[in-house]
């Protein structure tokens, strides 16, 4: 009894880890490339590591995407058929080819935000008194206030 269980579970063993090799082969990653991951704890697509036990999704979709090329369906009616069942968020597109590109227009537009500001601030005339004439009356005025305040300070 005992050599008759322990030789299931060897058998056992050995069929799933044929399973989880050919649920990783290059055509199915190729297809799970596209579709992302939806347990909700990461932002990968149906590669993800996490798939060894704490994924619920990607294992299951491996294998639904190896048992649909084994039927001879092509990478787009697999995909359709994921898009179908949970909706278009699930597809994840090729980067797009100009994606390198946002970094330095970031840059370059952010050179130009601080060339503009640098160039605005110094184009400003310094306060040289250009204001209107003050009438010498009131400073008079303000100069006795002062010279009577400074008096009463000895």
């Known amino acids: 009894m005992l050599r008759l269980s322990a030789s299931f579970l060897l058998i056992a063993g050995l069929a799933l880890a044929q399973t989880e090799t050919q649920i ?3 055509p199915v990653r190729r297809v799970a490339k596209h579709v992302s991951c939806q347990c909700g704890s990461c932002s990968d697509d149906a590669n993800c590591m996490m ?55 970031a840059l370059f537009l952010g050179a130009g935000v601080v060339v503009w500001f640098v160039r605005r601030s110094s184009r400003r005339q310094p306060a040289t008194g250009a204001g209107p004439p003050i009438d010498d009356r009131a400073l008079g005025k303000y100069r006795e206030q002062i010279e009577k305040d400074l008096a009463h300070l000895d």
């Open 24 to 26: 990783t082969s290059d």
């Open 51 to 105: 798939s060894s036990g704490q994924c619920g999704f990607c294992k299951p979709a491996r294998t639904k995407i190896f048992r649909m090329q084994q039927a001879g369906q092509s990478d787009q009616s697999i995909l359709d058929s994921f898009i179908q069942e949970y909706g278009q968020k699930i597809f994840r597109a090729d980067p797009n080819a100009f994606a390198w590109l946002v970094p330095y227009i």
